[in-house]
């Protein structure tokens, strides 16, 4: 599979998915916190199945 998430979109996936993985640890929010593995995954291997099903790619080649 070839990477489809861009610089921009990966730090952001990357964020979002340890701000709710921490925020789920420390008790603020439930345990459906533990989805932001998903985005962060996604932002650490630049793949993301759903931009793929959904024709999507913010990764810019030249």
């Known amino acids: 599979m070839k990477a489809n998430v861009g610089k ?3 730090v952001l996936r990357i964020v979002v ?3 709710l993985i921490l ?3 420390s008790g ?3 345990w459906w916190g533990w989805i932001g593995v998903i985005p962060l995954l996604t932002g650490i ?5 759903a931009y793929s099903l959904l024709g999507f790619d ?3 080649r030249t």
């Not at 291997?45 to 199945?49: D, E, F, K, Q, Y």
């Open 23 to 25: 925020l789920s640890l």
């Open 45 to 49: 291997v630049r793949i993301c199945p």
């Open 17 to 19: 998915g340890v701000l």
């Open 58 to 60: 913010t990764c810019k």
């Open 8 to 10: 921009v979109d990966r």
């Open 28 to 30: 603020v929010i439930g």
